[in-house]
């Protein structure tokens, strides 16, 4: 067999037709799981294969550092090197510490590994009260206005017209902080990340010399995810393409989930209109979830974008309504055990809205002893994603956000209720879709087996929490799962037995309540002052491991450590969120820590 007929074996036809299209302008619209990375990767190497390019002047873009790793990977076994695949960002550093000592007379400026306490700098009588998620959402916002070319001087103005929030500040107070923060880096001689694209483009800019090396080194473009664009992405793609035709974008539309960090999915539904002559090509069958999943997915996104299923038959969705956030989290441990006597643990996703629902998760699973990871995601969607915790292998604890490009054998997405999917900040119709989408990701993350949850209710029960609106338009609410249609009938959600309240004896509902072992109204003398030296070395400890202080202990748990007061091993397992792995891990100093202050 020829390399060509190796590069072309095992294509299907969609597939195939990208590979052999020919040079100029191509769009590429890949749904879920469709095999676009395969697509890609085979296209580059049959054109190398053919002598229509050449690997070193080709360069393949990636949003992270793991997807360029993997296409870089995939076309060395095509027995393809040479070709480099890299993030924006990896590619504009990269020229960066080529060019800019000798053209700009100095060293390029460090690039800095965080910006939080510069932001927190720059916020200081700016804003009355700094605490890490404010400052993280401020980092969100620098970063959006960076990628979108939005300056501190007019800020303010597209701000508004783009209805920003910054965690209920007034956008007047954030507009000098942007100002300040620019302040801050200079004084400290150094840039951040998305400075690298900003001092890309304005060295390409400058220097035509520079520009023309560039061009001369690049001749064939790949992008992928071209629906994340940012506005200073493409600025810094038009500069690397000049007047070359020889470019192929990958994407999709109900994939768009990041337009609030600055991302322009219309770059790719412009794509045709923008390049006159462009071919775009589609891509549908998907060979990843069974038909079952797929039906729901479908029920999301518009007719014409639907996949094509290409798997057998398998097990229904399971759509399960609990009575509360407690027994919603009680009957997924459950449900995991159970997968888990098919699947491997590191084949099982759990995904969720927002990271705060990842706190009870975790305290479940490590009482019950089911191994976990964490996965989050730097504050910019363009790094490259890694895993926190501590398992090496266990179930994958997940934003809907952090996983996208991922997938698993089984898939539990809970939460799904109107207030958390479409979540509450999310109004106008634009947000409302891309809750839409962000929701169609989590579905599409599943291979083989989907379970959709929500709560109904609050305390004991009380309240009336509605499933998302999403799951009525996917025909979930009222309608068979496996696609017929059956007559509707309310769910009942599933009933359980409360632990009882150690102060009043009366049942706990809410899991705040359940890892304290009391009513929130039933008082008992606590320390206060152990409770904060619990959280001070919780910090001390999240912090040298570099992961998120709730992945440690959550602040319930350590007040009921604090209440208390265990003085075994054995006293410590009854304390909810502590199993016998967290135990392992810091029963000992957690001991030393109670013995000192006893």
Same mark, same amino acid.
């Given at each position: 067999? =020829?390399?060509?007929?190796?590069?072309?074996?095992?294509?299907?036809?969609?597939?195939?037709?990208?590979?052999?299209?020919?040079?100029?302008?191509?769009?590429?619209?890949?749904?879920?799981?469709?095999?676009?990375?395969?697509?890609?990767?085979?296209?580059?190497?049959?054109?190398?294969?053919?002598?229509?390019?050449?690997?070193?002047?080709?360069?393949?873009?990636?949003?992270?550092?793991?997807?360029?790793?993997?296409?870089?990977?995939?076309?060395?076994?095509?027995?393809?090197?040479?070709?480099? &695949?890299?993030?924006?960002?990896?590619?504009?550093?990269?020229?960066?510490?080529?060019?800019?000592?000798?053209?700009?007379?100095?060293?390029?400026?460090?690039?800095?590994?965080?910006? !939080?306490?510069?932001?927190?700098?720059?916020?200081?009588?700016? *804003?009355?009260?700094?605490?890490?998620?404010?400052?993280?959402?401020?980092?969100?916002?620098?970063?959006?206005?960076?990628?979108?070319?939005?300056?501190?001087?007019?800020?303010?103005?597209?701000?508004?017209? &783009?209805?920003?929030?910054?965690?209920?500040?007034?956008?007047?107070? %954030?507009?000098?902080?942007?100002?300040?923060?620019?302040?801050?880096?200079?004084?400290?001689?150094?840039?951040?990340?998305?400075?690298?694209?900003?001092?890309?483009?304005?060295?390409?800019?400058?220097?035509?010399? %520079?520009?023309?090396?560039?061009?001369?080194?690049?001749?064939?473009?790949?992008?992928?995810?071209?629906?994340?664009?940012?506005?200073?992405?493409?600025? !810094?793609?038009?500069?690397?393409?000049?007047?070359?035709?020889?470019?192929? +974008?990958?994407?999709?539309?109900?994939?768009?989930?990041?337009?609030?960090?600055?991302?322009?999915?219309?770059?790719?539904?412009?794509?045709?209109?923008?390049?006159?002559?462009?071919?775009?090509?589609?891509?549908?069958?998907?060979?990843?979830?069974?038909?079952?999943?797929?039906? +729901?997915?479908?029920? @999301?996104?518009?007719?014409?974008?639907? @996949?094509?299923?290409?798997?057998?038959?398998?097990?229904?969705?399971?759509?399960?309504?609990?009575?509360?956030?407690?027994?919603?989290?009680?009957?997924?441990?459950?449900? @995991?055990?159970?997968?888990?006597?098919?699947?491997?643990?590191?084949?099982?996703? *759990? !995904?969720?809205?927002?990271?705060?629902?990842?706190?009870?998760?975790?305290?479940?699973?490590?009482?019950?002893?089911?191994?976990?990871? +964490?996965?989050?995601?730097?504050?910019?969607?363009?790094? =490259?994603?890694?895993?926190?915790?501590?398992?090496?292998?266990?179930?994958?604890?997940?934003?809907?956000? &952090?996983?996208?490009?991922?997938?698993?054998?089984?898939?539990?997405?809970?939460?799904?209720?109107?207030?958390?999917?479409?979540?509450?900040?999310?109004?106008?119709?634009?947000?409302?879709?891309?809750?839409?989408?962000?929701?169609?990701?989590?579905?599409?993350?599943?291979?083989?087996?989907?379970?959709?949850?929500?709560?109904?209710?609050?305390?004991?029960?009380?309240?009336?929490?509605?499933?998302?609106?999403?799951?009525?338009?996917?025909?979930?609410?009222?309608?068979?799962?496996?696609?017929?249609?059956?007559?509707?009938?309310?769910?009942?959600?599933?009933?359980?037995?409360?632990?009882?309240?150690? %102060?009043?004896?009366?049942?706990?509902?809410?899991?705040?309540?359940?890892?304290?072992?009391?009513? !929130?109204?039933?008082?008992?003398?606590?320390?206060?002052?152990?409770?904060?030296?619990?959280?001070?070395?919780?910090?001390?400890?999240?912090?040298?491991?570099?992961?998120?202080?709730?992945?440690?202990?959550?602040?319930?748990?350590?007040?009921?450590?604090?209440?208390?007061?265990?003085?075994?091993?054995?006293?410590?397992?009854?304390?909810?969120?502590?199993?016998?792995?967290?135990?392992?891990?810091?029963?000992?100093?957690?001991?030393?820590?109670?013995?000192?202050?006893?």
């Amino acid at each position: 067999m =020829s390399d060509v007929d190796r590069i072309l074996a095992g294509l299907d036809d969609q597939q195939r037709a990208v590979v052999m299209a020919p040079s100029g302008p191509l769009a590429v619209l890949a749904g879920a799981g469709t095999g676009k990375t395969r697509a890609i990767t085979h296209r580059i190497a049959y054109r190398v294969a053919t002598k229509q390019i050449a690997a070193n002047q080709t360069l393949a873009v990636t949003f992270t550092n793991k997807a360029a790793t993997e296409l870089a990977h995939r076309l060395r076994r095509l027995g393809i090197p040479g070709v480099q &695949a890299r993030t924006f960002h990896a590619a504009a550093l990269r020229q960066l510490r080529y060019f800019w000592s000798t053209v700009e007379g100095s060293p390029l400026p460090e690039v800095a590994s965080g910006n !939080l306490s510069m932001i927190a700098e720059a916020a200081r009588g700016v *804003v009355p009260v700094l605490d890490t998620s404010l400052l993280r959402e401020l980092a969100q916002e620098i970063s959006w206005a960076k990628v979108s070319n939005v300056s501190p001087e007019n800020y303010l103005e597209v701000a508004a017209d &783009a209805h920003r929030e910054v965690n209920g500040l007034e956008l007047d107070s %954030v507009a000098p902080v942007l100002a300040r923060y620019e302040q801050v880096k200079r004084r400290r001689g150094v840039i951040d990340f998305d400075d690298i694209l900003l001092c890309a483009i304005g060295m390409l800019r400058a220097h035509p010399d %520079v520009l023309s090396q560039v061009r001369g080194q690049y001749q064939h473009f790949t992008v992928d995810e071209y629906q994340d664009v940012s506005p200073v992405q493409r600025s !810094l793609l038009e500069l690397w393409m000049g007047p070359c035709r020889d470019v192929c +974008v990958v994407g999709d539309v109900n994939q768009a989930i990041h337009t609030f960090a600055g991302a322009q999915p219309a770059y790719l539904l412009d794509f045709e209109r923008e390049h006159p002559g462009a071919l775009v090509l589609r891509m549908n069958h998907n060979y990843r979830s069974t038909p079952q999943i797929l039906a +729901v997915a479908n029920g @999301l996104v518009p007719a014409r974008s639907a @996949l094509v299923p290409t798997r057998e038959q398998g097990p229904r969705v399971a759509v399960v309504p609990a009575i509360d956030e407690a027994a919603e989290i009680k009957e997924l441990v459950g449900w @995991l055990k159970m997968a888990h006597e098919e699947y491997d643990w590191e084949q099982i996703g *759990v !995904l969720y809205r927002i990271n705060s629902q990842a706190e009870a998760i975790i305290e479940a699973l490590d009482s019950t002893n089911i191994p976990h990871r +964490v996965r989050a995601p730097a504050i910019d969607q363009t790094r =490259s994603l890694g895993d926190q915790g501590f398992a090496k292998t266990g179930v994958t604890l997940s934003t809907m956000h &952090a996983a996208k490009g991922l997938e698993w054998e089984a898939v539990a997405v809970i939460g799904v209720s109107e207030g958390l999917v479409p979540f509450m900040a999310a109004t106008t119709p634009a947000e409302l879709a891309e809750e839409r989408r962000l929701l169609y990701v989590a579905l599409t993350r599943a291979r083989t087996t989907l379970r959709i949850s929500w709560a109904t209710g609050g305390a004991h029960g009380r309240g009336n929490r509605t499933p998302s609106r999403y799951l009525r338009r996917a025909g979930l609410v009222g309608v068979g799962c496996g696609g017929e249609s059956r007559r509707e009938r309310p769910m009942r959600p599933s009933k359980r037995r409360s632990p009882g309240c150690r %102060v009043c004896g009366e049942h706990l509902s809410l899991a705040e309540e359940i890892k304290l072992g009391r009513h !929130l109204g039933c008082e008992v003398s606590a320390d206060e002052q152990l409770f904060e030296q619990l959280r001070a070395w919780r910090s001390r400890t999240a912090a040298a491991a570099s992961m998120p202080a709730f992945v440690v202990f959550t602040d319930s748990t350590l007040r009921a450590i604090a209440e208390q007061r265990p003085a075994s091993r054995a006293e410590f397992l009854k304390v909810p969120g502590i199993g016998v792995a967290k135990l392992e891990r810091y029963g000992d100093e957690l001991l030393r820590l109670l013995s000192i202050e006893q």
